[in-house]
């Protein structure tokens, strides 16, 4: 068995920051790009960032330059540190990963549980 846990989500001040981390553990053989999505209520989920395993970045445009996505492929971890905070970033935050799973030898897409993100004054 395969999971993502997200950690770090919480409330903060219209231009304040947080950083958010991602886990992967369980019997892995190897990741592809992790991704962070977002969902804010009534809205669909959309990407916000993404990484390859080479560590190329892609983000959506309303974080770019706030944003920034990194990994620690010996820890299966994945961040978001978020800058510049505003409250349309509110949304509940998913951890998402493409991961080889040791025994099915199968590219599995995880995704995490989900961790609240809170803008307000």
């Known amino acids: ?7 770090g989500g919480g ?8 950083r958010l981390s991602c886990a992967a553990s369980g019997s892995i053989i190897s990741i592809r790009t992790m991704g962070w999505y977002r ?9 916000v960032a993404a990484i390859t395993s080479g560590s190329s970045t892609d983000y959506a445009d309303s974080v770019k330059g706030r944003f920034t996505i990194s990994r620690d492929n010996a820890k299966n ?9 505003r409250p349309d970033d509110t949304a509940v935050y998913y951890c998402n990963a493409d991961l080889l799973v040791r ?5 599995l ?6 961790t609240a993100v809170t803008v307000s004054s």
């Open 1 to 7: 068995q395969v999971q993502l846990v997200e950690s």
């Open 11 to 18: 409330l903060v001040q219209p231009g304040g920051s947080l």
């Open 39 to 47: 969902q804010a209520p009534g809205k669909e989920r959309d990407l």
């Open 77 to 85: 971890t994945v961040y978001l540190q978020m800058n510049s905070l």
């Open 103 to 107: 025994g099915t030898y199968r590219w």
């Open 109 to 114: 897409e995880v995704w995490g549980q989900g």
